[in-house]
């Protein structure tokens, strides 16, 4: 069920924007926004190994966005693009559980439904770079 992965991975960024501009408790916010979607139990179980995926490979993610793009300082990176950066980076460097166009193309997807008007190029162009690495 594609459609479900693609809800969940929603739902994780949907997370990762509300700790990252709030500074909410991940366990807090995970359970709240699990609590207001119908996903089943293996779908919960994926929203939250992806959040606390980014928040325990945050450091790395983020030194592998500065490095594939260095003209803008993570920090100044919109939230929404930065955390679709990480939840796509988690899954091709770290997770390594689907293929990497699959993350490359969800990520682009999520731009294109939550970004800016560049955001998936922006997001696509990054993420391009990352996959030359994780191809090695």
């Known amino acids: ?10 739902v994780a960024l949907q997370a990762l924007y509300e ?3 709030a500074g909410r408790k991940p366990e807090t916010v995970v359970a709240r926004l699990l609590g207001e979607t119908e996903l089943s139990g293996e779908y919960n179980d994926f929203v939250r190994s992806l959040v606390e995926g980014v928040i325990r490979h945050r450091d790395d993610i983020d030194a592998s966005i500065h490095r594939f793009a260095p003209a803008w300082p993570v920090a100044q990176i919109a939230i929404i ?3 679709i950066l990480r939840l796509a980076i988690l899954e091709i460097l770290f997770d390594n559980k689907v293929p990497v166009k699959v993350a490359v193309n969800e990520a682009v997807e999520l731009a294109k439904a939550f970004g800016s008007e560049n955001s998936s190029r922006f997001v696509n162009g990054v993420l391009g770079s990352v996959s030359t690495l994780a191809s090695r």
Request: aromatic letters at 0%.
């Open 81 to 83: 693009d930065r955390n």
């Open 1 to 10: 069920m594609a459609g479900t992965r693609h809800k969940a991975r929603t």
């Open 19 to 21: 700790i990252d501009s």
